[in-house]
T-cell receptor, first 117, second 111 residues
Framework: DTGVSQDPRHKITKRGQNVTFRCDPI?????LYWYRQTLGQGPEFLTY????????KSRLLSDRFSAERPKGSFSTLEIQRTEQGDSAMYLC???????????????FGPGTRLTVL | TQLLEQSPQFLSIQEGENLTVYCNSS?????LQWYRQEPGEGPVLLVT?????EVKKLKRLTFQFGDARKDSSLHITAAQPGDTGLYLC???????????FGQGTILTVHP
């Protein structure tokens, strides 16, 4: 069990550019979550997948944000036309459907820190 | 909309002191998690409570879920500098799906 991994760990981009982040969940975890965390705040939910199906999206996820999990394994989060307000830590978490997943226990990756200049 | 209010927001104490962090809501949660997060890293799960009135202990940390499953507390006995970090509570309304997080408590334990 290697844990949830995220790539890249840090991303600096200019306003208006597109960025894509990748998340690899714990193997056999069929649920995958994206959250966003700004300085001094707790994480805020963005979206949730069960296998390849995107089951829930937050109103925080504007049209510039898109997330995919095409094969039910890794997931990508793309932000188009980045804005300075998008600067945040983007966290990915995964959860099994059974066992600890029945208590909604989510295991987080190290995050991707995005800075938009 | 489920909201979790954590208090205090900041806590600065000396090594050896005890402390309690509170997490309150007007919503009922099916489960509540406590996480600890270090700068530049993701949250690390400490404990999950699911039953009203449940008490769980993890070494010097004691977690309690309120009887009505709307609130929780984290008590640390004899705090150590290694306990320094951001403590987050998070609740789930169902057994899957999004977690709602509190804004966190930044704990600093001075040697």
């Amino acid at each position: 069990d290697t844990g949830v991994s995220q790539d890249p760990r840090h991303k600096i981009t200019k306003r208006g550019q597109n960025v894509t982040f990748r998340c690899d969940p714990i193997s056999e975890h069929n649920r995958l979550y994206w959250y966003r965390q700004t300085l001094g705040q707790g994480p805020e939910f963005l979206t949730y997948f069960q296998n390849e199906a995107q089951l829930e999206k937050s109103r925080l996820l504007s049209d510039r944000f898109s997330a995919e999990r095409p094969k039910g394994s890794f997931s990508t989060l793309e932000i188009q036309r980045t804005e300075q307000g998008d600067s945040a830590m983007y966290l990915c978490a995964s959860s099994p459907q059974r066992g600890s997943g029945s208590k909604n226990e989510q295991f987080f990756g190290p995050g991707t820190r995005l800075t938009v200049l | 909309t489920q909201l979790l209010e954590q208090s205090p927001q900041f806590l600065s104490i000396q090594e050896g002191e005890n402390l309690t962090v509170y997490c309150n809501s007007s919503s009922v949660f099916s489960s509540l998690q406590w996480y600890r997060q270090e700068p530049g890293e993701g949250p690390v799960l400490l404990v999950t409570v699911v039953t009203g009135g449940e008490v769980k202990k993890l070494k010097r940390l004691t977690f309690q879920f309120g009887d009505a499953r709307k609130d929780s507390s984290l008590h640390i006995t004899a705090a150590q500098p290694g306990d320094t970090g951001l403590y987050l509570c998070a609740g789930g309304v169902t057994s899957y799906g999004k977690l709602t997080f509190g804004q966190g408590t930044i704990l600093t334990v001075h040697p």
